[in-house]
């Protein structure tokens, strides 16, 4: 029998430990591989209308450093673009199955630049998008492919890094074990919510939605009261993950939540189909990150949510509670290496009283509100009140007795699905609601109006919409307003708006539809005459307005010779659309950062010097057209 002593044995283990090891992650970590990075972003963070698809790797301020192939593999798609990744890589890896992604790069290494640079001159434009032969760029495992960078639309410099897989979602890299990042610090929990989801429900005999602060002993939080609730229940938190020597604020990939020991729901952000990204408008509470700009991400699965982040029942995460028991919820936050954050809060059960709360400092009056089906409005509360409002819909008055009261308000809870109010008669005063129309999901909807037209496609919206419509004219600053309800509701696809303008456009090939939020500061949205009306497609709701742009581009040199070309190009209203440079009759390439509406010139031929007139075309989104010209001898 052949045997082993001691050593050998030792030395064959660890042989095998190493070569486990090696096996556990494939691929090597793109930028400084071997010692500590760190990131400015990971997988899943919700980021303004779309989810973020892979990890940021934070390259100390500045741009130049090496960027490393993670894996063998081949070039698969190069793509240069003024926006989103700026200069990115893809790079295909057969034997993985999966595909790495390298954005906001300064420049592709020489012989990926040349050839790009190639088909920039051969397509004459900055901006191309190709995808190379399997044989043309054959790759190594830590070949140096590009050096990081900030183009695109990046904020800082950084390098974007995605593993996506055979069907191109992206998978979150941090699951493959990156030792060169380091993260031993449980997630943040800032704010706790509840929400009441239907007007039968209440917490602490109220409706709506409110807020708590957690008090944290360790890695356990917990809200100090026991909080009273009664019907359906949404909790959703605001919160972070923060990795180890940076103060980034991270996203939390895994969520779980439970009611008595119950398992309610459990939320993994592992992979992103980029075909359903938009979800992110209601996977967290859309109305509150526009209004308040905060980020509260939902514990149950809302109306219209086709993400497939989700275990749960049938209630989706919804918490229901009809008893007067006292009942625990835990909530566990888990960050990709297993640091753990758990929050807990008491809720009692209560039957729904028509108590008056007094001093309830948190207590925000309003005329009017809507939340979901419900409508909420309140009137003062006096002696002569009565117990009952007159609500004038379907052509009937139905009587509406007061819900609650808190402080000196009376609170009453209309369900919209009965009937849109046309009025509501209130302690001797009228209320207008102004509810125009209950705009279904899902339903192909058309709407008529004297000043505009509006069309919602079936997959427009997540949830029924209640429309709320107007019309404003400012003669004195030749302007007319047409609003869509509020940027409170997110749309899921776009919508089409018909504008039947009042106001007269002469030069209609100049005029464009601009978004507004506060009357007076305007972005570029597009559109087109149709006959005497304007037609938009858009995916947001709010205010827009009609404006004419008749003033150019302008250029503002900054370095001119035989050697070099640069200058910034700027556009007071609709944007730069293009430019192009030509010296002595021949086009050029001039790289775009929008970022600081900077243009440089890159020859394709570096060794022979510019002579000969030189001549820059801008064009900005209405084709107004500036050009400069010069002679370089």
């Not at 100049?510 to 497609?537: C, H, I, P």
């Not at 086009?587 to 570096?606: A, H, S």
């Not at 060794?607 to 001898?633: A, H, M």
């Amino acid at each position: 029998m052949l045997k082993l002593n001691k050593g050998l044995l030792l030395i064959f283990f660890c042989v095998c430990s190493l070569n486990l090891a090696a096996q556990e992650n494939p691929y090597m970590f793109p930028v400084r591989p071997g010692q500590q990075n760190y990131l400015a972003g990971t997988m899943g963070e919700m980021r303004g209308v779309h989810f973020h698809a892979g990890m940021d790797i934070k390259t100390g301020g500045t741009s130049g450093l090496k960027v490393y192939a993670a894996a063998d593999g081949y070039v698969s798609r190069v793509k240069v673009d003024g926006g989103g990744y700026g200069n990115a890589l893809y790079i295909a890896h057969p034997q993985l199955g999966t595909t790495t992604v390298y954005g906001h790069l300064q420049n592709f290494n020489d012989e990926i630049a040349d050839y790009v640079l190639k088909e920039q001159y051969q397509r004459k434009s900055f901006a191309v998008d190709f995808f190379p032969d399997k044989g043309m760029f054959k790759i190594k495992k830590g070949d140096i492919i590009a050096l990081s960078g900030n183009s695109g639309s990046s904020s800082g410099p950084h390098v974007h890094f995605e593993i996506r897989n055979s069907q191109q979602y992206p998978l979150n890299p941090l699951n493959f074990g990156f030792s060169e990042i380091k993260d031993n610090i449980s997630p943040t929990v800032q704010k706790i919510a509840l929400k009441t989801m239907n007007r039968n429900s209440r917490i602490d005999h109220q409706f709506g939605f409110f807020e708590f602060t957690p008090s944290r002993l360790q890695n356990e939080y917990t809200v100090a009261k026991t909080i009273e609730v009664y019907g359906e229940i949404g909790i959703s938190f605001m919160g972070y993950d923060r990795l180890n020597d940076v103060s980034n604020r991270n996203g939390i990939p895994k969520l779980s939540m439970a009611l008595d020991d119950r398992q309610v729901i459990d939320i993994t952000v592992d992979k992103m189909p980029f075909n359903i990204t938009r979800q992110v408008l209601c996977y967290r509470d859309y109305g509150l990150k526009s209004l308040e700009n905060k980020n509260f991400q939902k514990l149950y699965i809302d109306d219209g949510n086709e993400l497939n982040f989700y275990t749960t029942d049938d209630k989706k995460g919804i918490i229901s509670i009809r008893d007067t028991l006292v009942h625990q919820v835990v909530i566990s936050l888990q960050d990709i290496n297993g640091n753990v954050t758990i929050m807990k809060l008491k809720l009692k059960g209560g039957q729904p009283k028509v108590t008056a709360i007094k001093n309830d400092a948190s207590f925000k009056p309003t005329r009017q509100l809507v939340q979901d089906n419900t409508f909420i409005f309140m009137g003062k509360k006096a002696e002569n009140n009565g117990f009952f409002a007159h609500i004038y819909a379907n052509r009937m008055n139905y009587e509406l007795s007061s819900s609650y009261y808190v402080n000196d308000y009376s609170v009453y809870l209309w369900d919209l699905r009965t009937g849109l109010p046309d009025s509501i008669e209130l302690c001797g005063e009228m209320i207008y609601p102004g509810i125009e129309m209950a705009v279904p999901s899902e339903s192909d909807f058309k709407y008529y109006k004297e000043e505009f037209d509006l069309h919602f496609y079936k997959k427009t919206l997540f949830d029924t919409l209640y429309l709320k419509t107007d019309y404003m004219d400012e003669l004195a600053s030749d302007k007319e307003f047409f609003e869509i309800s509020e940027d409170i509701y997110p749309l899921k696809k776009n919508m089409k708006i018909i504008f039947k303008p009042k106001l007269t456009y002469s030069n209609k090939d100049k005029v464009s539809a601009y978004y507004s939020t506060n009357l007076k500061d305007f972005s570029y949205q597009g559109g087109k005459w149709v006959g005497d009306k304007f037609e938009l497609m858009t995916n947001t709701l709010g205010k827009y307005t009609l404006l004419t742009d008749s003033i150019s581009p302008d250029i503002k040199i900054v370095q001119q010779n035989r050697e070099s070309f640069s200058c910034y190009i700027t556009d007071k209203l609709s944007g730069i659309k293009d430019y192009e440079l030509k010296v002595d009759g021949v086009w050029v390439l001039m790289n775009y950062d929008p970022k600081r509406n900077f243009i440089w010139t890159e020859k394709l031929d570096k060794s022979r010097p510019f002579s000969g007139n030189l001549e820059l075309k801008v064009r900005d989104n209405v084709n107004n057209e500036k050009v400069y010209s010069t002679t370089i001898n």
